[in-house]
């Protein structure tokens, strides 16, 4: 289909989607020189940071696929996606879990409640009321739905991962009904994974202060490229739509692009998610620069005895690329700098319990740097997962300091006003406002003051970058 066309066919659906949705004029889907790779998202204006580009309306969300014997990880209410801690199959029969009659009468679950149960799911002599494979196959069978329906288009003009291996959701719906599919319906459903495959967000919902991370289809986001230094950021709200805005400034006739990956992730591994899961090789100003913006977020320190170097890979885009000390020119191959990081990684994992002084000590005898992934790693989950009022004085002074280090990474990284930003300002803010708690005597008022304008600075961010999330607790979101 040629691109006015499809610009007609996103505009169209989003004015129609979902009734008065705003700001879809500033940008358009190009196969310009402009994009990065065949097709992209084009801005026609400038935007500020913090501008809303557009709200775009999902086509499919579904949950995320569970292991084939259901442990792991609670299944959701396919409906309302509420995690259901007993789950139960649904009144109406198709056995998917379903929360309750509310949610098995609502319109949107109607017609693919109506479809399973044509297909004679399978029961297990297990007494369970619902399906684990009838869950992984929702993706394919909610893709009968945009068939049906009025944006039938999509599925012509949307991307397929290109694979010649059997669609996962289809083959798992196929074990668990009686009845024989549909050719035509078997076929738009291994279309609808593969476009899945190719574009699809985590989705992120608030059930009950619960985050659930779902898979969502959205068509404009879906036309936009990735970039490891991109320039917008996205947020949910409560229908699920997604509310992409401006995370750097945006010229008229610039591309603008999301990230498919971390984005603090060194170049290596996000090289490694893009080729797997997307199968491209990224090559951006980030990507091709070893030092990424002077943070040496691969590095190993050096190990040359008293040497303060940093090693790091002569050609980041090659994964056999020899490693090299620019300080004292040491070489080292790629398989040497595998199993070190291999080392690196079994010493993270082993440290439970976070004592910053023993971590410190850690990262000294071990001569880890503070900016190594595996480091990170464990920062953030400190960051997210204690709790201020239970730690020592010790701990929430570390844990402040190490809030900023990563908010100055993120500034160094060029990532603008991004997701982590605000998530690292709100925790930052949190623990500033523990830390005035247990001091509130002993501080005068122009103390407090200069602690109060830290508080509403930090509110100022996050409230504009998160919107309306801001009151989670945010665990395990990166
Ligand atoms: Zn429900
Ligand atoms: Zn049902
Ligand atoms: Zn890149
Ligand atoms: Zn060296």
């Not at 059930?207 to 289809?217: E, Y």
Request: glycine residues 6%; charged residues 25%; aromatic residues 8%.
């Amino acid at each position: 289909m040629e691109i006015n066309a499809i610009n007609d066919c996103v505009k169209n659906y989003l004015s129609h989607g979902d009734g008065g949705i705003k700001g879809y004029g500033g940008w358009t889907i190009s196969t310009g020189s402009a994009t990065v790779a065949g097709r992209g998202v084009v801005a026609t204006r400038d935007y500020s940071v913090g501008d809303v580009i557009f709200v775009d309306v999902p086509l499919i969300v579904s949950p995320r696929a569970m292991g084939m014997d259901g442990t792991g990880s609670w299944p959701v209410c396919a409906v309302c996606y509420a995690v259901m801690m007993t789950p139960t199959g649904c009144p109406g029969g198709c056995r998917l879990p379903v929360c309750g009659r509310q949610c098995a009468d609502r319109p949107e679950h109607r017609d693919e409640c109506r479809y399973v149960r044509q297909l004679r799911p399978k029961t297990k002599s297990d007494g369970q009321t619902w399906s684990v494979g009838i869950y992984n196959a929702i993706t394919a069978v909610r893709g009968l739905s945009i068939r049906d329906g009025k944006y039938r288009y999509f599925l012509d003009v949307l991307q397929k991962k290109s694979t010649d291996k059997l669609t996962f959701e289809v083959e798992e719906l196929k074990r668990n009904i009686s009845m024989e599919l549909d050719k035509e319906d078997e076929q738009i459903m291994v279309t609808t994974c593969k476009i899945m495959d190719a574009n699809c967000f985590e989705t992120i919902v608030n059930r009950s202060n619960k985050l659930t991370s779902l898979k969502g289809l959205y068509p404009v986001a879906a036309f936009m490229n990735h970039c490891c230094v991109p320039n917008t950021m996205h947020n949910f709200n409560e229908k699920l739509q997604m509310i992409a805005k401006a995370s750097l400034p945006i010229y008229k006739g610039q591309e603008i692009t999301t990230s498919y990956t971390y984005s603090i992730w060194p170049t290596s591994l996000r090289q490694n998610h893009l080729l797997t899961s997307k199968q491209f090789i990224c090559t951006c100003s980030r990507c091709c620069d070893t030092e990424e913006f002077g943070t040496k977020l691969a590095a190993l320190n050096c190990i040359v005895k008293n040497c303060d170097g940093r090693i790091l890979p002569i050609n980041p885009l090659d994964k056999k690329s020899i490693w090299q000390c620019k300080m004292c020119t040491k070489l080292v191959s790629s398989t040497e700098m595998i199993c070190f990081y291999k080392d690196v990684e079994t010493l993270m994992k082993s440290i439970s319990v976070f004592c910053p002084k023993s971590f410190e000590a850690i990262l000294k005898s071990f001569n880890i740097h503070k900016d190594s992934p595996f480091v990170i790693d464990l920062r953030l989950k400190f960051i997210w997962k204690s709790k201020n009022n239970s730690l020592n004085l010790e701990q929430l002074l570390y844990k402040e300091k190490l809030c900023m280090e990563m908010l100055d990474l993120v500034q160094k990284l060029r990532l603008g006003q991004c997701r982590l930003l605000g998530l690292i300002s709100l925790e930052l803010l949190k623990v500033i406002k523990e830390k005035a708690y247990r001091f509130r005597r002993n501080w005068n008022t122009k103390t407090l003051n200069v602690f109060e304008g830290q508080i509403s600075k930090l509110k100022e961010i996050y409230t504009s970058v998160l919107d309306e999330d801001a009151n989670l607790d945010n665990n395990n979101i990166q």
